[in-house]
């Protein structure tokens, strides 16, 4: 299990129905906690994505899990904290957001600041535009 702040995430290599009883068993043990804590669970955000090498694609249905009387959702795609993953970790989305949103505060930058000198541009690239296409780029970057 990973926490961040008030995200959980429960993961599990799954090879065999051993291991999806296990996952199972940890998300109960889970909904247990959080009874015994009396923290509220959000179930509709709860989610399930597979993340598989492409020639495993094609292996079947996921299993349906079920947390605090709810089947959780099969997704394709997950954004977590500011992160779009897709089961084959391509991040061509993430890529694309932050790209748009880049060009976006550039824009306002343009439209903003008609008459801008030098370094007031360059203070307001790094803070506004560079931020964003920076943001988690040591997940999606990778080297030839």
Not at 77 to 85: Q, R, S, W
Not at 92 to 107: E, G, P, Q, R, T
Not at 133 to 144: F, G, M, R, T
Request: net charge positive; proline share 1%; with cysteine.
């Amino acid at each position: 299990m990973y926490l961040f702040a008030d995200d959980a995430k429960l993961y599990c290599h799954i090879k065999d129905d051993v291991d999806k009883v296990h996952l199972q068993k940890a998300t109960n043990s889970f909904v247990e906690w959080t009874d015994k804590w009396q923290m509220k669970l959000n179930t509709n955000k709860c989610k399930i994505i597979s993340i598989h090498h492409r020639r495993y694609s094609d292996k079947g249905v996921l299993p349906l899990y079920v947390m605090d009387n709810t089947t959780l959702e099969v997704v394709d795609e997950i954004k977590d904290l500011g992160v779009h993953y897709d089961s084959l970790l391509l991040f061509d989305k993430h890529i694309s957001d932050k790209v748009n949103k880049a060009y976006m505060m550039l824009c306002i930058i343009k439209r903003n600041f008609k008459y801008i000198s030098k370094n007031c541009f360059v203070m307001l690239y790094k803070s506004l535009v560079r931020s964003h296409l920076e943001y988690a780029n040591s997940i999606w970057y990778q080297k030839d």
